[in-house]
């Protein structure tokens, strides 16, 4: 019956196990917003018709934007009674909506215009941007690569200090290769770039464009890999 090799080095096959690291920082290729529309009303129907027209004034100006804006999505929804109590028991005060919308997009200039034309709609929060990479960018693999690279080379300068050279590689096992920075998520914003707090519009004063600088994006990649070597001749 043939024995599996065993999990450790021989003489006549030593093993050398390293471990390869990259952390590469490049600009983000995203930017996403989330803008939360309100609406007000002691009668649930116009606080429902306000809602519906507010959203809509976000989602039409956010579309306007056309290619720059790489995708927009409707989130939760909610219209709830504000209760009051009358004499004894309670009685429906006002009716608050909300609907919320991220927006996701990849042109950077129009993110400062985009984010102030909306904050200056009325009863709209913006919140935001959060940068990123997209999921499939090819800097993860860049990141993998040379992790991988510098392993290899790690291997070879141990090798090289035995006087000898790799003969194979055994193992290679990928413990990570993450981007800080939440891809989809919505945690913290950048520093310097929080929220635009809820406003009312002005028509004929519209305010300056945001000057939004993007945050650049750490990407890290670790690997850990075993090789055997060519016998060294200790002693020589």
């Not at 609907?99 to 200039?109: I, K, M, N, R, Y």
């Not at 945001?210 to 690997?223: C, G, I, K, M």
């Amino acid at each position: 019956m043939e024995q599996s090799p065993a999990p450790y080095g021989t003489p006549d096959a030593p093993r050398i196990a390293v471990r390869g690291e990259a952390h590469l920082e490049v600009d983000p290729e995203i930017a996403r917003i989330s803008v939360t529309v309100s609406a007000r009303g002691t009668d649930r129907r116009d606080a429902l018709n306000d809602l519906t027209r507010r959203n809509a004034a976000v989602l039409d100006l956010v579309k306007a934007y056309g290619d720059a804006v790489d995708s927009v999505e409707s989130g939760t929804f909610s219209i709830s009674p504000e209760l009051t109590r009358h004499g004894r028991g309670e009685r429906i005060r006002a009716y608050h909506g909300r609907v919320h919308t991220t927006a996701e997009l990849s042109d950077f200039t129009a993110l400062g215009e985009l984010t102030t034309r909306l904050a200056d709609l009325d009863l709209t929060r913006v919140e935001g941007p959060w940068w990123a990479l997209r999921p499939g960018s090819p800097t993860y693999r860049q990141a993998r690569q040379q992790a991988v690279r510098e392993a290899v080379q790690r291997a070879r300068e141990y090798a090289e200090a035995l006087g000898t050279d790799l003969a194979a590689l055994v193992e290679l096992a990928d413990i990570g290769a993450e981007n800080p920075t939440p891809p989809y998520g919505y945690g913290s914003p950048a520093p310097g770039m929080s929220t635009v707090a809820y406003g009312g519009a002005a028509p004929f004063d519209e305010a300056p464009p945001l000057d939004l600088e993007p945050q650049r994006q750490h990407v890290y990649a670790q690997v850990n890999a075993r090789f055997t070597l060519i016998p060294p001749r200790l002693g020589h």
